[in-house]
């Protein structure tokens, strides 16, 4: 089982840059795949990326690739997110989760994630 505390809430103008990170505590961090996810209002929970256990693999919605970075460091039981050129479309609640894989792998869909953080708020407006 693991704990997961998002940190990072900020509010920038479009344009800009935000780094979330994802402390985990428990047991066997390594074994977990880490996802992020979205939420915004009135709009269903959303797939934002993900990061395979040792990192290898990285995934990425088509809305965020080349803007968005995922990255871990399993020594810290960390994982980040880094958001560069931040579009008002981006404002929402950025939840972490933590979904224990077998393989070195990630998958996008939240009913696999069995951990989650508390949230945390990014607004991009000017």
């Known amino acids: 089982q693991v704990q997961l505390v998002e940190s990072g809430v900020g509010l920038v103008q479009p344009g800009g840059s935000l780094r979330l990170s994802c402390a985990a505590s428990?047991?066997?961090?390594?074994?977990?795949?880490v996802g992020w996810f979205r939420q915004s209002p009135g709009r269903e929970r959303e797939f934002v990326a993900a990061?395979?256990?040792?990192?290898?693999?990285?995934y990425y919605v088509d809305s965020v690739k080349g803007r968005f970075t995922i990255s871990r460091d399993n020594a810290k039981n960390t994982v980040y997110l880094r958001m560069n050129n931040l579009k008002p479309e981006d404002t929402a609640v950025f939840y972490c989760?933590?979904?224990?894989?077998?393989?070195?792998?990630?998958?996008?869909?939240?009913?696999?994630?069995?951990?989650w953080g508390q949230g945390t708020q990014v607004t991009v407006s000017s």
């Open positions: 989760a933590a979904d224990r894989r077998l393989t070195d792998d990630a998958r996008n869909e939240d009913f696999y994630y069995d951990y």
């Open positions: 428990g047991r066997d961090f390594s074994a977990y795949a």
């Open positions: 990061i395979s256990r040792t990192g290898n693999g990285t």
